[in-house]
C-alpha cells in the first residue's frame, strides 16, 4: 500500500553512474530522472554516487548548491580503512552525495574492461559508504535503493557484514536489475577481505558455484527485487533469459516485481528539442519533415522519397545488431535506407564502417558519440528498428515514438511491453517480430512499409506513437507505493 504520509518515504539511491554527471548506459538516466521524479510526489530521494573524473565539474556547471552534511566517510576495506571526501550539494533539486575519493574513482570509463578483487574495490567501497551513511548520518534513510550488481553489496552487507550485519535498525533494501548479464562475479576470497561473515559463503548469500557473485548476494539479501520492465520481470525466471539465476530467481519469485523505466520526457520533446532544424508536435508536423531532409542531407544523400530506417543505440550483441548486418541487402532491395548511430564492440563496429564504405548510398554508420546526430536520427527517421535479442527495457523505441519514428522491434522484454503490433491491435504503435533472424525483421520491416505507402493510416499511427505517455510520473509512483509496503507493511 501507498504511504498516507508520502514525505515519510526517505530513500538512498545508490548507483555507479547517474546522468548528466556521468553516463555508461540507460542505468545513468533512471538514476539522473527517478529520484527527480519521485521528489515531485513527496518523497525525501536522495542519491550517493562516485565523482569519476569531470563529474564534480559537470556539477558545478549545472549550478550544484552546497549543502551540509558528512564531510567525509570511511570504510574499512581489503584490510585497510579508505575514507573518501564526501561532497554533498543539490543538483536539479535532488540532493546528491558525491564520493571523491580522485583515486578509487579514477576510471573515466566507470566499469573495468576486467572485473577482479582490485577493480571491483570501488564499487565494494560506493556499497559499504552507503550503508556506512544510512546507519551513522544525521540523515537515516528508511530505503536503500541499490542499482544493480554494482550496488548489490549493501544489501548483502546489512545481512551478513560482520560491522554493519549486527545493526539494530537497518534500511529496508530494494535491488533494480538493470540488465541480468552483468552479476559482478569475483574470487570467493573477497568476502573474507571485505569483512563478510560466514553466512555470505552460503547458499542464502552471496556464493554461487565457488564464487562471488554480487548480483547473487544482493537478489538473496534484498527486501524487494526489481526489473525495468514487467516483461522482464517474467522472462529471467526462464533458463534463456536467466543468465544461470533463474533457479535463485524462481525460488524468489515472490519478491520479484517489473516497473517499467520513464523517459525524461522534457529532454525528450521534438517540440523543444534545441537539437534540431525545425521544431515539431503532433498537431503541427511540418518540422518532422524539415528534420528527414536535414538526415538526408547529412548522410550525403538526394531524397529519393523512399524510407529511411534509422537505429540509435549501443553496437553491442545484445542489441542483435548483427541481425540488421545480415538484413542489410534485402532492406535495400525494398527501397530503404538505413542510418545507424552508435559505439560498442570493435567488430561490429568495423563490420558497420565496412559496409557503409561499401555501399555509401545506402547505409550511413555515425560510429562515434554524436548527441546531436543521434536527436536528428530519431526526428528525421521514418521507421527505427531494435531488434534486441533480449532487453530489460529499452528507452531508444520510448524516444523514437515520441519524435514520431514508428518502431519495429523483437518482442522481448521491456519492448513488447511498450510497442504494440499496428498488425494486431487497432491502438498499434509499431510493429514485432518473434525469432531473432534477420528474416523475421525484414518481414516486420515490410509490414512497416505497408502502411508507410498509406499517407492515412501512416499519420495515424505516427500518432498513436507520439501521444504514448512514457514520463515518469506512472513508475515512481508505483515505487513510492512499493516503498510504502516495505516501511508501513500493514
Not at 585497510?80 to 564526501?86: D, Q, T, W
Not at 558525491?98 to 565494494?124: C, Q
Not at 516497473?259 to 517540440?271: E, F, Q, R, V, Y
Not at 532491395?333 to 561499401?358: D, H, K, N, Q, W
Request: charged share 20%.
Amino acid at each position: 500500500m501507498e504511504t498516507d504520509d508520502p514525505t515519510s518515504v526517505t530513500v538512498l539511491h545508490v548507483t555507479p553512474e547517474m546522468a548528466p554527471l556521468s553516463k555508461v548506459g540507460g542505468l545513468a538516466d533512471v538514476a539522473g530522472s527517478l529520484p527527480c521524479a519521485l521528489r515531485s510526489l513527496g518523497a525525501d530521494a536522495r542519491v550517493i554516487t562516485p565523482a569519476w573524473p569531470g563529474a564534480a565539474e559537470k556539477a558545478r556547471d549545472l549550478g550544484a548548491r552546497p549543502l551540509s552534511g558528512p564531510e567525509r566517510v570511511c570504510v574499512s576495506l581489503g584490510g585497510r580503512e579508505i575514507c573518501s571526501p564526501l561532497r554533498v550539494v543539490e543538483v536539479g533539486g535532488v540532493p546528491l552525495y558525491l564520493l571523491e575519493e580522485a583515486e578509487l574513482f579514477s576510471n573515466p570509463a566507470v566499469y573495468p574492461e576486467k572485473l577482479d578483487a582490485g577493480t571491483a574495490l570501488p564499487f565494494a567501497f560506493l556499497s559499504m559508504a552507503a550503508v556506512e551513511c544510512a546507519l551513522s548520518g544525521a540523515w537515516r534513510p528508511k530505503v536503500l535503493h541499490l542499482h544493480d550488481w554494482s550496488a548489490s553489496l549493501a544489501a548483502a552487507a546489512l545481512k551478513h557484514h560482520r560491522l554493519y550485519g549486527a545493526a539494530l535498525e537497518r534500511p529496508h533494501t530494494v535491488l533494480t536489475i538493470h540488465n541480468l548479464a552483468h552479476q559482478g562475479v569475483l574470487p570467493l576470497s573477497v568476502l573474507d577481505e571485505w569483512g563478510f561473515g560466514p553466512g555470505a559463503f552460503s547458499l542464502d548469500g552471496v556464493e554461487f558455484y565457488g564464487k562471488a557473485n554480487l548480483l547473487k548476494g544482493g537478489i538473496t539479501a534484498s527486501d524487494a527485487v526489481v526489473t525495468v520492465s514487467p516483461g522482464y520481470a517474467g522472462e529471467i525466471l526462464s533458463s534463456e533469459y536467466g543468465e544461470g539465476l533463474e533457479g535463485v530467481l524462481r525460488y524468489r519469485s515472490g519478491k520479484i516485481r517489473g516497473i517499467l523505466n520513464g523517459l525524461d520526457t522534457a529532454s525528450w520533446d521534438p517540440w523543444s528539442d534545441p537539437a534540431l532544424p525545425a521544431n515539431y508536435h503532433l498537431g503541427d508536423m511540418k518540422g518532422k519533415k524539415v528534420c528527414r531532409k536535414a538526415l538526408v542531407e547529412a548522410c550525403g544523400w538526394e531524397d529519393s522519397g523512399g524510407p529511411v530506417i534509422v537505429s540509435v543505440g549501443r553496437l553491442v550483441r545484445q542489441k542483435g545488431m548483427e541481425l540488421v548486418l545480415g538484413a542489410l541487402e534485402e532492406l535495400v532491395a525494398l527501397g530503404a535506407r538505413l542510418v545507424v548511430v552508435g559505439t560498442g564492440e570493435r567488430a561490429l563496429e568495423e563490420r558497420f564502417s565496412a559496409e557503409s564504405l561499401g555501399n555509401p548510398e545506402s547505409l550511413h554508420f555515425r560510429g562515434a558519440f554524436d548527441e546531436g546526430f543521434a536527436r536528428l536520427a530519431y526526428a528525421g527517421g521514418d521507421i527505427f528498428v531494435m531488434p534486441s535479442l533480449f532487453e530489460p527495457c529499452g528507452l531508444s523505441q520510448m524516444i523514437a515514438m515520441r519524435y514520431g519514428t514508428v518502431p519495429v522491434v523483437r518482442a522481448v522484454g521491456g519492448l513488447a511491453d511498450t510497442v504494440a503490433d499496428a498488425d494486431v491491435v487497432p491502438a498499434g504503435t509499431g510493429f514485432l517480430f518473434e525469432d531473432p533472424t534477420p528474416g523475421a525483421l525484414v518481414e516486420a520491416v515490410k509490414r512497416a512499409l505497408a502502411h508507410l505507402r498509406e499517407p492515412r493510416t501512416w499519420a495515424r499511427l505516427r500518432g498513436r506513437c507520439m501521444e504514448k505517455d512514457f514520463s515518469w510520473a506512472p513508475s515512481a509512483r508505483s515505487y513510492m507505493t512499493l516503498y510504502g509496503s516495505l516501511t508501513d507493511p500493514s
